[in-house]
């Protein structure tokens, strides 16, 4: 690839900020408060403006107000957002006072949208242009605000009456065309491509990635510009909504902070909720156990083989779980597409018991016939009801666990919130009274 000198000094400069936040990142906060201090504006500025930067909030809020207000005026607006929403309030006042007036205004907007949503990532800088203006005009206006732009991947045309969008011009179609011609005529219908401020994240990142953008524009109710989200700052949202999801789906409340910086009694705090609730559900395993107590105590092997049916059962059900939320995330299933899941579930469950079933009947058999262990007279009926209650646990544990993420989020919750314990637990105790039905059936008038 060709490299020119202006890229190579951009090249250049972003290699010192992420050598710079390498090396903060692994310092207590006093340095890096001192290493910010002592650099550069222009470093400090883009070692601030990368999402990497863990302790950004901290090391602004520890500078003098006046220190801290230059440099967040000098950062993109949707990474100054971010980092000012993590401040304290009386610190982040303080900052925010001392800024520029319209940067000031376009910072409380940003504010007011929850992270989470194109409002939360979009960023205020962005060229637009009205729609009477000429492909020269847009090349000088260009050329004028480039630098105070994070970045120029399209331009936008307004209604000069209005304001509303009406189009976006790529600038590979702003450098070829004629310099007289009207910017009006190069632009595309946005339509399908508007977002509201309001638009989740996760939604956002489909847009994008399946209309294959490299930014999209947020409008109000009005469709006038409110800023635009890009693809950089989609990519921090997937990576921030996947670490959230892999805590969620490990039964851990989602972190606010990374695993080494988080206080102990947070911690604690973080996953003491999700132990003690899977805690009490287990307690119903006792119960079902309680239940089925006469039957134990006639037939004591059956609790040889507790553990390996309610494994297998948990497995079933959290690999299903996985599957959904990844299909649900990514848009390839909706809330309608359930009873489809269903039937795939069902046939699939089946054919995976029966797998199974087949393995541990073959072993019982073997440990009879080898002589590694004495199953009794009736060990072949113990071997079918063990095939026959990993048929039914598992396929129950297939089709839960595909169910429980559409019962979320139909439920308004996160299905990443049917996290791999949930599940096994849900199937743990259903596949208890599966396991001893199966067993009263097929035992009865032998061993029971």
Do not use: C
Not at 31 to 56: G, N, Y
Not at 326 to 346: H, I, K, N, S
């Amino acid at each position: 690839m060709d490299i020119r000198v202006g890229d190579t000094r951009m090249l250049a400069a972003h290699e010192a900020a992420s050598d710079l936040v390498d090396r903060l990142n692994s310092q207590p906060l006093e340095k890096a408060v001192e290493a910010i201090e002592a650099s550069p504006m222009r470093l400090a500025v883009d070692a601030l403006d990368q999402p990497e930067f863990a302790a950004a909030a901290d090391v602004l809020a520890a500078l003098a107000p006046a220190r801290a207000a230059r440099l967040v005026n000098e950062m993109s607006a949707d990474r100054a957002a971010d980092v000012l929403a993590e401040i304290p309030d009386e610190a982040r006042t303080a900052i925010v006072t001392q800024l520029p007036v319209p940067v000031r205004t376009s910072l409380n907007a940003l504010l007011a949208y929850p992270r989470d949503t194109a409002g939360g990532m979009m960023t205020t800088e962005f060229v637009a242009m009205p729609d009477d203006a000429t492909v020269a005009q847009t090349l000088d206006h260009v050329r004028t605000v480039e630098r105070s732009r994070e970045t120029i991947y399209a331009i936008y045309v307004l209604d000069h009456v209005t304001g509303r969008l009406r189009g976006t011009v790529s600038l590979r179609q702003l450098v070829i065309a004629a310099p007289d011609m009207g910017i009006a005529e190069l632009a595309r219908d946005p339509t399908s491509i508007k977002l509201r401020p309001d638009t989740d994240r996760e939604e956002v990142a489909r847009i994008i990635r399946r209309r294959d953008l490299l930014a999209a524009p947020v409008v109000d109710a009005d469709d006038r510009m409110l800023g635009i989200v890009t693809v950089d700052d989609v990519i921090d949202a997937i990576v921030e909504e996947h670490n959230e999801d892999t805590q969620k789906f490990g039964g851990v409340a989602a972190f606010d902070e990374s695993y080494l910086k988080i206080g102990f009694w947070p911690m604690i705090g973080k996953r003491a909720g999700w132990l003690s609730a899977l805690f009490l559900s287990e307690m119903l395993t006792a119960s079902a156990m309680q239940h089925f107590e006469t039957e134990l105590e006639r037939a004591v092997l059956l609790t040889l083989f507790i553990p390996l049916i309610m494994s297998s059962g948990g497995n079933s059900g959290s690999q299903a779980t996985s599957l959904i939320i990844r299909a649900l995330a990514v848009g390839e299933l909706r809330l309608r597409d359930w009873w489809r899941v269903v039937l795939r579930e069902v046939p699939t469950g089946v054919v995976l018991g029966t797998i199974l079933g087949v393995v541990g009947m073959l072993r019982i058999a073997l440990w009879q016939q080898l002589g590694f262990y004495d199953y009794g007279t009736y060990w072949h009926l113990i071997a079918l009801t063990v095939g026959l209650g990993l048929v039914g646990i598992v396929t129950f544990g297939s089709v839960a666990g595909s169910l429980l993420p559409f019962a979320l989020q139909r439920l308004g919750f996160d299905p990443a919130s049917a996290s791999a314990p949930f599940v096994a637990t849900l199937v743990d105790v259903t596949g208890l009274v599966i396991y001893f039905s199966v067993a009263l059936a097929v035992l009865s008038g032998t061993l029971l």
